[in-house]
């Protein structure tokens, strides 16, 4: 079936950097594009980038503009979301999202990954 | 300050029907795009409920109901259930921010 999965949880220290894997499985993985959305404790969703599964291209979010990377490994129907000079702020749950191919909404999610920031 | 704005609870007994506002402005819903709405439930992923501002997708009970009107859209739950109980997000684009925007959440409690 349709699914993404994500890589698991990650402590990291500040200014360090995570790298946070999603594996798509049961479609295209060039045929659609993923996004990433974070999710603080308490808080609402937030919208942080997407890449095209086919081409590669990407769009960030303002607010994480020079601090984020997103990548994708067609080889493993694979994408990957990377922040660096992480501060406590950005602990959060981070979730990758497929696009839907006829609209914009986000139909897969992951089961999302815990990022602690924290000394 | 919130580019979409939802109320941040409301609340119903089992059968009733609760309605779900989401404002927003002339650069995202206003603007003519798609509002998205997603459930969810404690301690998991968000689903998605409803795209295209009024479409079901696959499995989804058409209990849940949404609409869109000028720079505002809306979800209805009807005969509402315990399993109901969830935080709704709506989402759209925004084109001052050139990015998707979700709105703050509702929390849905059965009373």
């Known amino acids: 079936q349709v699914q993404v999965v994500q890589s698991g949880a990650e402590v990291k220290k500040p200014g360090a950097s995570v790298k946070v894997s999603c594996k798509a499985s049961?479609?295209?993985?060039?045929?659609?594009?993923m996004h990433w959305v974070r999710q603080a404790p308490g808080q609402r969703l937030e919208w942080m980038g997407w890449?095209?599964?086919?081409?590669?291209?990407?769009k960030y979010s303002q607010k994480f503009q020079g601090r984020i990377r997103i990548t994708r490994e067609t080889s493993a129907s694979t994408a990957y979301m990377e922040l660096s000079s992480l501060r406590s702020e950005d602990t959060a749950v981070y979730y990758c999202?497929?696009?839907?191919?006829?609209?914009?909404?986000?139909?897969?999610w992951g089961q999302g990954t815990m990022v602690t920031v924290s000394s | 300050q919130s580019v979409l704005t939802q109320p941040p609870s409301v609340s119903g007994a089992p059968g009733q029907r609760v309605t779900i506002s989401c404002t927003g402005s002339?650069?995202?819903?206003?603007?003519?795009?798609?509002v998205h709405w997603h459930q969810q439930l404690p301690g998991t992923a968000p689903k998605l409920l409803i795209f295209?501002?009024?479409n079901r997708p696959s499995g989804v009970p058409d209990r849940f109901s949404g609409s869109k009107s000028g720079s505002s859209a809306s979800l209805a739950i009807s005969g509402l259930q315990a399993e109901d109980e969830a935080d709704y997000y709506c989402?759209?684009?925004?084109?001052?921010?050139?990015?998707?925007?979700f709105g703050p959440g509702t929390k849905v409690t059965v009373l």
């Open positions: 999202a497929r696009e839907a191919g006829s609209n914009d909404a986000f139909d897969m």
């Open positions: 049961g479609y295209t993985f060039t045929s659609y594009a």
């Open positions: 890449i095209n599964g086919g081409n590669g291209n990407t």
């Open positions: 002339s650069s995202n819903i206003g603007a003519g795009y798609d």
């Open positions: 295209g501002n009024n």
């Open positions: 989402q759209s684009y925004d084109t001052s921010l050139s990015g998707y925007v």
